[in-house]
């Protein structure tokens, strides 16, 4: 599937768009950090796969998007704000003022989050998955963004990221250090095709903004505005998530009002090869419980 990329000040968000004919309302899946836009596809559901309209779209900078170092300005001048600001005007370009349903994963999961506070006429329904509400992150990937705080040990980041992406093997005991169910994970269908795709993105993504976007994420809160929140949101996770805690994930779903919560016990962050099929049963269920009003 050919990807597009989405003008935006100081950069280009990439894009997949699939079944473009339908009507209804689209479903915009949002993928996590060092992920990309290849990530939803091999574990969507036929039904969504094939029935209904539907774009991933990239997180800032990761490949094939586009970061313009020299329009870009500051990462240290991002906020949620502004991230949510980026959203909303590449949807406008997507979709016009069409409302969407988002769905979205860690960082996505965020973003959703945030897009939600900020532009509550644009989110119809959120599905956050392992998302979170403030930006520190536990694990090998939490290891990564304390480096990249300090300007003397970021090149430490950079260089990770680099071996990361040169190396099957390491970027292989990277993402398993993600899992929960590591006898799931390896039994999945979808994983080896999803894992080959993302390590192919991995090792295009720019070490120097990844190192960034690690660092200005760990001062993300939204913890004061996701009250705000008022369309129907399903918060997901698994219970053994060893990047985002339990807790954390509990206490967005106890602060978004109305929210439900679904826990997947013994998962851990890789929810598209963990519990495959529970994922897919629960994202079907969710969007069909939103209708399909026409657009």
Request: charged content about 20%; some cysteine; overall charge neutral.
């Amino acid at each position: 599937m050919p990807h597009d990329l989405i003008s935006i000040p100081g950069q280009r968000l990439a894009v997949r768009a699939a079944n473009e004919q339908l009507r209804g309302t689209p479903v915009i899946f949002i993928h996590g950090i060092t992920a990309n836009i290849d990530l939803w596809e091999p574990s969507l559901p036929e039904s969504i796969r094939d029935g209904r309209r539907w774009y991933s779209l990239s997180l800032p900078g990761h490949h094939p998007a586009q970061i313009d170092r020299a329009t870009f300005g500051s990462w240290d001048a991002v906020t949620p704000t502004v991230w949510a600001d980026w959203y909303e005007l590449a949807l406008a370009q997507l979709v016009g003022d069409q409302p969407v349903d988002v769905v979205g994963w860690s960082t996505g999961g965020f973003t959703g989050l945030t897009l939600a506070t900020h532009y509550p006429q644009r989110v119809r329904s959120l599905l956050s998955i392992s998302g979170f509400a403030i930006g520190l992150w536990l694990g090998w990937l939490g290891l990564f963004q304390r480096l990249s705080l300090s300007s003397f040990t970021r090149w430490g980041v950079r260089t990770g990221i680099r071996s990361v992406g040169r190396q099957r093997w390491l970027f292989d005991r990277l993402m398993l250090s993600a899992t929960g169910d590591a006898s799931a994970y390896y039994a999945s269908a979808v994983r080896e095709r999803t894992m080959q795709d993302w390590f192919s993105a991995f090792a295009n993504h720019d070490p120097v903004v990844m190192s960034e976007m690690f660092r200005k994420i760990a001062q993300f809160d939204l913890a004061d505005q996701i009250g705000r929140i008022a369309c129907p949101t399903l918060i997901s996770a698994g219970d053994a998530d060893p990047y985002i805690s339990v807790s954390h994930t509990r206490w967005i779903a106890d602060h978004v009002p109305k929210a439900e919560l679904v826990l997947w016990p013994g998962a851990g962050h890789l929810f598209f090869a963990e519990r495959t099929q529970a994922y897919q049963d629960l994202l079907v269920r969710w969007l069909e419980r939103q209708g399909l009003p026409n657009g």
